[in-house]
Protein backbone atom coordinates (compact mmCIF):
# COMPACT_ATOMS: atom_id res chain seq x y z
CA UNK A 1 0.00 0.00 0.00
CA UNK A 2 1.62 3.32 -1.36
CA UNK A 3 0.77 6.36 1.18
CA UNK A 4 0.57 9.93 -0.45
CA UNK A 5 0.48 12.90 1.97
CA UNK A 6 -0.94 16.27 0.45
CA UNK A 7 -0.15 19.52 1.68
CA UNK A 8 -0.28 23.37 0.71
CA UNK A 9 -3.92 24.07 0.15
CA UNK A 10 -5.38 27.50 1.09
CA UNK A 11 -6.99 30.13 0.58
CA UNK A 12 -6.17 32.85 -2.20
CA UNK A 13 -7.19 35.54 -3.94
CA UNK A 14 -8.28 35.27 -7.65
CA UNK A 15 -4.64 36.13 -9.87
CA UNK A 16 -2.35 34.88 -6.75
CA UNK A 17 -0.46 31.16 -6.29
CA UNK A 18 -0.51 28.57 -4.36
CA UNK A 19 1.65 25.27 -4.33
CA UNK A 20 1.04 22.03 -3.59
CA UNK A 21 2.90 19.45 -2.36
CA UNK A 22 2.40 15.52 -2.24
CA UNK A 23 4.86 13.08 -0.53
CA UNK A 24 4.68 9.38 -1.67
CA UNK A 25 5.99 6.50 0.46
CA UNK A 26 7.47 4.80 -2.88
CA UNK A 27 8.55 6.04 -6.01
CA UNK A 28 5.20 5.41 -8.36
CA UNK A 29 5.65 5.76 -12.34
CA UNK A 30 2.88 7.78 -12.92
CA UNK A 31 1.73 10.40 -10.81
CA UNK A 32 -0.95 13.43 -10.90
CA UNK A 33 -3.34 15.69 -9.55
CA UNK A 34 -6.87 15.87 -9.67
CA UNK A 35 -9.22 17.91 -8.67
CA UNK A 36 -13.14 17.76 -7.85
CA UNK A 37 -15.18 21.17 -7.48
CA UNK A 38 -18.53 20.58 -5.88
CA UNK A 39 -21.15 19.20 -7.95
CA UNK A 40 -18.84 18.41 -10.65
CA UNK A 41 -16.89 15.14 -11.70
CA UNK A 42 -13.37 14.66 -10.50
CA UNK A 43 -10.92 15.70 -13.13
CA UNK A 44 -7.13 15.67 -13.67
CA UNK A 45 -5.23 18.29 -13.21
CA UNK A 46 -2.25 17.63 -14.59
CA UNK A 47 -0.13 14.36 -14.51
CA UNK A 48 3.50 13.53 -15.06
CA UNK A 49 5.79 10.48 -15.64
CA UNK A 50 8.68 9.07 -13.79
CA UNK A 51 10.98 10.25 -16.88
CA UNK A 52 9.37 13.94 -16.70
CA UNK A 53 6.29 13.34 -19.40
CA UNK A 54 3.49 16.13 -18.18
CA UNK A 55 0.20 16.35 -19.55
CA UNK A 56 -2.42 19.23 -18.52
CA UNK A 57 -5.84 19.85 -19.81
CA UNK A 58 -6.66 23.25 -21.74
CA UNK A 59 -8.07 24.54 -18.56
CA UNK A 60 -4.94 24.96 -16.29
CA UNK A 61 -2.64 25.20 -19.29
CA UNK A 62 0.17 27.72 -19.18
CA UNK A 63 -0.95 27.82 -15.52
CA UNK A 64 -0.31 24.99 -13.97
CA UNK A 65 2.94 23.40 -13.50
CA UNK A 66 3.03 19.86 -12.22
CA UNK A 67 7.23 18.75 -11.41
CA UNK A 68 8.84 15.60 -9.40
CA UNK A 69 11.78 15.00 -7.49
CA UNK A 70 12.60 10.92 -7.68
CA UNK A 71 14.66 10.95 -4.95
CA UNK A 72 12.06 12.54 -2.41
CA UNK A 73 8.96 11.03 -3.86
CA UNK A 74 7.42 13.72 -3.87
CA UNK A 75 5.58 15.80 -6.36
CA UNK A 76 4.26 19.24 -6.75
CA UNK A 77 1.74 21.31 -8.49
CA UNK A 78 2.84 25.72 -8.82
CA UNK A 79 -0.72 27.18 -9.67
CA UNK A 80 -0.68 30.78 -10.91
CA UNK A 81 -2.87 32.91 -11.92
CA UNK A 82 -5.54 31.37 -10.21
CA UNK A 83 -9.60 31.57 -11.16
CA UNK A 84 -12.41 31.48 -9.01
CA UNK A 85 -13.22 28.03 -11.00
CA UNK A 86 -9.80 26.67 -9.40
CA UNK A 87 -11.77 26.07 -6.44
CA UNK A 88 -12.19 22.74 -5.50
CA UNK A 89 -10.53 19.46 -3.53
CA UNK A 90 -6.99 18.59 -5.26
CA UNK A 91 -6.37 15.10 -4.89
CA UNK A 92 -2.65 13.71 -5.57
CA UNK A 93 -2.66 10.16 -6.89
CA UNK A 94 -0.63 7.50 -8.41
CA UNK A 95 -0.82 4.71 -10.89
CA UNK A 96 1.24 1.99 -12.40
CA UNK A 97 -0.54 1.98 -15.85
CA UNK A 98 -3.13 4.70 -16.59
CA UNK A 99 -4.42 7.84 -14.87
CA UNK A 100 -7.93 6.33 -15.61
CA UNK A 101 -6.82 3.55 -13.66
CA UNK A 102 -5.76 4.93 -10.27
CA UNK A 103 -4.00 2.56 -7.92
CA UNK A 104 -3.56 5.13 -4.94
CA UNK A 105 -5.10 8.49 -4.12
CA UNK A 106 -4.01 10.97 -1.41
CA UNK A 107 -6.80 12.56 1.27
CA UNK A 108 -6.99 15.65 -0.45
CA UNK A 109 -6.35 19.52 0.32
CA UNK A 110 -8.81 22.40 -0.11
CA UNK A 111 -7.80 25.15 -2.71
CA UNK A 112 -10.18 28.33 -2.42
CA UNK A 113 -9.53 31.29 -4.52
CA UNK A 114 -11.70 34.03 -3.87
CA UNK A 115 -12.72 36.77 -6.72
Known amino acids: QVQLMESGGGLVQAGGSLRLACAAS?????MAWFRQAPGKQRELAAS???????NYPDSVKGRFTISRDNAKNTVYLQMNSLKPEDTAVYYC????????????WGQGTQVTVSS
Open 26 to 30: ANIYK
Open 93 to 104: AAAYYSYDDVDF
Open 48 to 54: ITRGGIT
